[in-house]
């Protein structure tokens, strides 16, 4: 895994991009051709947001054998992740690579006011789910 965080002074609007490949141009220290945008964790601490990226390294942008039944289940059933993404770009100045102990810190800092929040372990939700469509609309919308 590679930890990616960023600050900003505005919200992000990352979610179109989990599940989403591309080429590892971020990280040349880690030897893999291609990085996966697995999960996001985000925090709103002190006016400012926080964002965790966690990348899976990968030599290929291909699917295992279970995620891919679990996916036709699902009704996708593509053999690849969706690829094209140019990380350094989209992450644009000002992020840095941390390790998990740095991310773990992070996610355990208190609240400073009572409207500050977190939002982690986001997931997909299954075609089959209901409203599924309509959170993701939405979600797309903003």
């Not at 699917?63 to 996916?71: D, F, P, V």
């Not at 740095?102 to 006011?113: S, T």
């Amino acid at each position: 895994m590679l930890y990616i965080y960023k600050q900003s002074s505005t919200p992000l609007s990352p979610w179109n991009k989990l599940r989403v490949g591309g080429v590892n141009n971020i990280a040349p220290q880690n030897k893999a051709k291609f990085l996966l945008l697995s999960n996001i964790d985000a925090s709103h601490r002190e006016g400012a947001w926080h964002y965790i990226f966690e990348f899976d390294a990968r030599d290929s942008l291909q699917k295992s054998g279970l995620a891919q039944l679990m996916e036709r289940s699902n009704g996708n059933g593509s053999a690849k992740f969706k690829d094209g993404t140019n990380w350094a770009e989209w992450l644009g100045e000002g992020w840095q690579i941390i390790d998990e102990h740095v991310r773990n810190e992070i996610l355990k800092l208190a609240p400073v006011e009572p409207m500050d929040g977190i939002i982690t372990g986001v997931r997909e939700l299954p075609n089959w789910f209901p409203g599924s469509r309509q959170v993701a609309a939405a979600v797309l919308a903003h």
